[in-house]
């Protein structure tokens, strides 16, 4: 990492910032323009389902999807703090006045991002469990996703550069995403419930794979995807 981003990490952004990009706003309270380009998003790509509904995009979608793109790398790059509108110019290849348009203030554009980080996390879990058959292939499905979903945000980078707003966003968004699991996962926790003879606590264990899962971006090794995918696998099977 170079000196810069060192000392951009060491000056964590402001509660009113990291505010913009908690879960207390739903989709219906950004622009239509902006949530339908969200909504559009090819989140099939990255669950590696094939048969999820798609939309087809517009000049202004694939102009929305580009500036929030920037921003993230952006912000990967340097921080929260020191994302600049100029700098999600350049790097979308946008005039200010199309960045204006759908995101009037730096706070607006921050809350979108935090808000497609979360549709396309919750909707991935969601194609990931319907494109497998058996429980096993759910969990197998959904953790390949986790996994995916981690290196195409930039979490990793984010970490770097902005470490106490990364964890406050798992942490505020932890229950949601355990809760969701647990919902999609439910034919492999009724094999595991009738392996052991009794129920068990599925949102809690959820929460254990998701927090698995995330021990990874903190402590990362040399492993390739896969063999994280059969470590964390081969764990959760031992349930049964």
């Known amino acids: 990492m170079t000196q810069a981003n060192t000392k951009v990490a060491e000056t964590p952004i402001s509660a009113a910032t990291a505010d913009k990009l908690r879960p207390h706003a739903t989709l219906a309270d950004l622009s239509d323009p902006v949530t339908k380009a969200i909504m559009s998003a090819p989140s099939s790509t990255l669950s590696g389902a094939s048969g999820g509904k798609k939309t087809r995009s517009t000049g202004s979608d694939q102009s929305i999807t580009r500036i929030l793109d920037a921003a993230m790398e952006s912000a990967s790059r340097q921080g929260l703090r020191n ?8 790097i979308a290849g946008v005039a200010r006045g199309t960045l204006y348009r759908y995101f009037p203030s730096k706070d607006v554009l921050l809350e979108s991002l935090g808000q497609r980080t979360r549709y396309q996390t919750e909707t991935g879990i969601r194609e990931a469990a319907a494109s497998a058959e058996t429980g096993s292939e759910r969990l197998r499905a959904v953790i390949n996703f986790l996994i995916r979903i981690t290196s195409e945000t930039k979490a990793r980078d984010i970490l770097e550069v902005e470490p106490l707003f990364f964890m406050e966003f798992l942490r505020r968004n932890m229950p949601n995403y355990a809760a969701l699991m647990a919902e999609v996962l439910g034919p492999f926790y009724d094999d595991v419930e009738k392996a052991l003879g009794h129920r068990i606590d599925r949102t809690l264990v959820s929460e254990m794979i998701l927090r698995l899962q995330i021990s990874y971006i903190f402590l990362p090794d040399d492993q390739p ?4 995918l059969q470590r964390i696998f081969a764990a959760i099977e031992a349930l049964k």
């Open 225 to 228: 995807a896969e063999a994280v």
């Open 83 to 90: 994302l600049s509108m100029s700098d999600v110019c350049r």
